[in-house]
């Protein structure tokens, strides 16, 4: 196969990150974008050269382009804008990567995972986290541990200053929209879930003041405790209220010999009683999560994707069950 003919939908935000990855891509080539602003569209175009089609939105780009065209597309839009892009792309035969949430609509999220199945199309989900090296030093430390314990997790910071996020109809709230990485972090290193039982707080952040918008209405913090096999517990505290300062976030892991404290995407410090290891990032996940997928494009191997649709609909549905939990108060229960 010559280069990968790629199509950018959505060119703003967390695209800039995969446009970088393929920039540097010597077998790729970009050779339509879609965006809703056109400024945005045009800049993305011009990083690649000037020659990719440029259109306004998805449904513009598919009607105009075909599957000779195309080999593959990578979708990044907000959590609303997941109309028919997927669907568009499965019918047409065209292999993807969508950024998390892949939608805030679960039913939607099934019914796509199906389509999938039934033509055995090649997807990655933007899990970044699994493809980091501090992580994967984790996975290790945790697979050569078979004796469970205890995780704390934690992502707490302000509002992001994107539109959706004031509301919980449109964003699904910070886990399902954000901490939805650690979760599936854990999904990645514990297996799934036994139960989930979740509890929220509103209150602190007032609608209307201090530049939030009138419509908040999501949490300012909620607390989740999932239960995994072989006796471990974890805790995942997720906030948007702490706007001034940056309490810690990442994983911390206690074992029966050793603590792994994952600091979220900068470093990881593995203590025990011997020694005190610090172990900084080295490596840009976008790029290598990419990668694995343009691979798995040119050459059918997929092995080397860590998060397909139908792995990411299993944390996607954690997220929610989770959202289900805060809404009750009943613990959740999942069929083994």
């Known amino acids: 196969m010559d280069k990968i003919k790629l199509g950018l939908i959505g060119c703003g935000g967390r695209a800039g990150s995969h446009m970088n990855s393929f920039l540097k891509m010597e077998d790729v080539e970009v050779v339509a974008v879609a965006d809703p602003i056109e400024e945005r569209a045009k800049a993305a175009a011009e990083k690649f050269g000037g020659t990719a089609g440029i259109y306004k939105n998805h449904s513009a780009l598919f009607d105009s382009e075909s599957r000779d065209t195309l080999d593959a597309v990578i979708i990044c839009v907000e959590p609303t804008a997941h109309t028919d892009i997927e669907e568009r792309a499965i019918e047409m035969n065209i292999p993807f990567i969508v950024e998390k949430p892949m939608t805030i609509d679960l039913d939607k999220a099934e019914k796509i995972s199906e389509m999938i199945k039934e033509k055995n199309l090649i997807t990655s989900v ?6 980091l090296d501090l992580m994967e030093r984790v996975k290790a430390e945790v697979d ?3 004796k469970g314990g205890l995780v704390y997790g934690a992502w707490i910071g302000g509002i992001p200053g994107v539109w ?3 509301k919980k109809s449109t964003c699904g709230g910070q886990l399902v929209e954000q901490n939805i990485h650690l979760l599936d972090g854990l999904r990645w290193l514990y297996g799934e879930a036994l139960s989930v039982y979740a509890t929220s707080s509103t209150g602190m952040i007032k609608a209307g003041e ?3 918008s009138e419509e908040y209405d999501t949490d300012d913090h909620s607390t989740a405790v999932i239960r995994f096999e072989n006796n471990v517990t974890a805790t995942l505290v997720s906030g948007c209220y702490s706007g001034n300062i940056r309490p810690r976030c990442g994983l911390y892991i206690t074992l029966d010999d050793m603590i792994l404290d994952y600091r979220l995407r900068n470093n990881l410090i593995i203590s025990t009683n011997d020694y005190t290891l610090d172990i900084p990032r080295k490596v840009d996940q976008t790029a290598i999560l990419d990668r694995a997928f343009i691979d798995a494009v040119k ?5 080397l994707i860590r998060s397909s649709y139908e792995d990411a609909l299993k944390s996607l549905r ?3 069950a989770a959202n289900r939990s805060m809404e009750t108060g009943e613990v959740i229960y999942f069929d083994r």
């Open 126 to 131: 933007g899990f970044q986290d699994r493809y």
């Open 144 to 146: 050569s541990h078979k």
């Open 164 to 166: 959706w996020w004031q």
């Open 210 to 212: 201090n530049g939030v």
């Open 299 to 303: 050459t059918g191997d997929r092995s």
């Open 318 to 320: 954690l997220a929610f």
